[in-house]
């Protein structure tokens, strides 16, 4: 596999219209390339704003899904290639791993790989895993796996791969309030600049009756909920169902009684409508 | 008094032990519902009232005490010292200390025990502890996208970055924060939280209602005898909790509708759970000395007191069921049972609170697996709960109800003679809880 380094973060809304441009004709196997920013020196501002809009607790420990927002502009250079088989516009976040191997905080440097693999197909056209692996000092500290599905061309007879378990039926442990600004506000820490997020306007024009949150912001949310514990070391899954409109009202349930947590997010006004399942294990 | 109170009282005293807080006497101004006899009425207005008729009722004016305790759950930020404004706003020497207490509605109760240690422990010798809140005169504060952007116009140091700080201003920023009655952690209501429960423990509506009932008579019937002449004074013409109806019944509770919970299993209304409400309450403690010294009587005194907490944030315990795990504590440590006690004070932050404290006592599973008992705690004989009416009566302005129960108690124990113990339990906002027990000097 190729490695190429790269010095700075890369810029996020050049890297959409560039894929938005060049999305016709990809076709073809993954590249066997991966891209490096070595020595990621958290910046403090940063991290706290990515803790205020998430709702975690402000501070020098690096949330569980911290990496994250620092390894997504290379996922996204990696896919606006134009050797990347899959056009970018339309992907949808289908599923999310991390691996927490230990707590990071601010004074981590951080060496960050991307790349892709597994291009495989699936009943509603084909997945693929983007990987963020994170590494300080030569040891893997943290990895996340992204998986995008491309619909497309159908494949009943492909593997739906583990399905997420069902959402506990309880009473909601709380209930999230998610305003009509919260994909501008996660936007601005997280540089996901997709017009999906950012306005109902720009969201019609993508299809959707309104702008919707960002499906990481919702895991992260998630998270969040879930007390301190997940900056440390644990391994999450999430499978994202239905997109939150925004604004909107979502009620996050919880079972912690078993090893692996199960939590999730559901509509407030529609119950039996699933936004988000998580499994935690610490 | 009960017979049982006297022994257990001298298996537990053993010498070397600090001696006790005395409970002299309480203040409070009658409750008002939100937004009524009390819109204009500030926090700082109405503790000053408290203390004020305190001091006047037990020969205090020009007096040092101690020290004040005392707090507000609704604050301005204007009020950060209002324990002591309120100091210098009374009669009490302007060289008396106080602080500001905050637990939530803990905070009247836990207010009271810090005094009380503080005797206790030959700190002070005298001391007031109280507690104010007013739903009606409610903090408001800015947007918070102008908070940030006043903050950063604050923070600029050249006229290029004021200009910058400035362009974040929007219109959006207008629309002022409103303290919201949710827990941050869940965004649910304390009255959501509190249905959950209920519906978990199968508490049922007529049950609810019957508490509430119990509440308005016995909160009139204590009117009428006058046992509160000499716990409250008049404060903007109210002489009286404006929230009670002696006239209220079962049958008329029956027909509000639920305000809390969903769908069929919702029992919980706006007559069986507190109203906002304004009002303000104040203790005064010292030592037995100290109160013979000024020829004032002692009605009780402190005798212990516990708090718990529990982890309800994702939903694996009530939000309101601390009080459940602090009794146990306190039992154990004073050797004695439930069914000990000649008077028990649960504050109704919702009828269906006392009903499911009371319950989980008496379930062996939640007993053995919660509480880590070998036997449940057992039922309470009803006829000691609540015997001059609770807050779904006389309302309950959060941080002012831990000192109107103290006072209370502290009287009803002095009646009933000496040695009589009676306890308080005082679920809080955060999952917490507070308890005391009081003893009849």
Known sequence: ????????????????????????????????????????????????????????????????????????????????????????????????????HRQLTADDRLDLTVHAEHLRPHPKGRLVDLVTEVDVDGERVWE???????????????????????????????????PEGQGRAYAA?????????????????????????????????????LGPGTAGPSTSHVWFAKPVLLPSTVELVVDDAGPITVAGLRSAKNPTTTHLTLTLEH | MSPSASSSRSASRTSGQ????????????????????????SNQDMLTAAIEGLVARHGLAGEQVGEVAAGAVLKHARDFNLTRESVLGSSLSARTPAYDVQQACGTGLEAAILVGNKIALGQIESGIAGGTDTASDAPIAVNEGLRETLLTLNRAKTPGQRVKALTGLRP?????????????????????????TAKQWGISREAQDEIAASSHHNLAAAYDRGFFDDLMTPFLGQTRDQNLRPDSTVEKLATLKPVFGRGEGATMTAGNSTPLTDGA?????????????????????????????????????????????????????????????????IHEAFAATVLTTLAAWESEEFCRDRLGLDAPIGALDRDRLNVNGSSLAAGH???????????SLAKMLHEKGSGARGLIS??????????????AA
């Open chain 2, 172 to 196: 959006s920023q207008l629309v002022p924060e409103i303290p919201r009655n949710v827990e941050p952690r869940t965004g649910l209501s304390m009255g959501e939280h509190m249905a959950q």
């Open chain 1, 144 to 178: 996340g796996r992204s998986t995008y599905l491309r619909r497309g061309r159908t494949n009943a007879d492909a593997d739906r791969g583990g399905q997420a378990p069902p959402l506990p039926d309880r009473p909601p442990a709380g209930v999230i309030r998610v």
């Open chain 2, 397 to 407: 302005p959060f941080a002012a109800t831990g000192g109107r129960i103290v006072a």
């Open chain 2, 18 to 41: 600090p001696r006790r807080a005395a409970v002299i006497g309480g203040n409070r101004i009658p409750f008002a519902r939100q937004n009524a006899a009390y819109a204009k009425a």
């Open chain 1, 1 to 100: 596999m190729v490695i190429r380094t790269v010095s700075e973060s890369p810029s996020l809304a050049p890297l959409f219209a560039k894929a938005a441009l060049t999305q016709r004709g990809r076709h073809g196997d993954l590249p066997d390339s991966a891209l490096r920013r070595e020595g990621v020196v958290v910046d403090r501002d940063h991290l706290l704003g990515y803790e205020r809009v998430c709702g975690f607790g402000g501070g020098d420990v690096l949330p569980h899904t911290y990496p994250h927002v620092l390894g997504f502009p290379l996922q996204v250079a990696l896919m606006a290639d134009r050797s990347f088989p899959l056009p970018l516009p339309g992907l949808v976040h289908l599923e999310n791993q991390i691996t927490v």
């Open chain 2, 281 to 345: 309450s104040a203790v005064l403690l010292g030592s037995d000395e100290w109160a013979q010294e000024r020829g004032l009587p002692v009605l009780a005194h402190l005798v212990d007191a516990q708090t718990a907490a529990v982890d309800y944030v994702t939903g694996n315990e009530g939000l309101l069921m601390a009080p459940a795990y602090a009794l146990p504590h306190l039992l154990a440590r004073q050797g004695m049972k439930l069914q000990d006690f000649d008077l028990v004070e």
């Open chain 1, 189 to 225: 820490v997280s540089g996901d600049v997709n017009p999906i997020h950012l306005h109902a306007i720009t969201a019609k024009a993508m299809g959707f009756p309104r702008a919707i949150a960002h499906g990481m912001w919702t895991a992260a949310r998630t998270l969040s909920a």
């Open chain 2, 426 to 439: 005082i679920c809080a906002a955060g999952g917490q809880g507070v308890m005391a027990i009081l003893e």
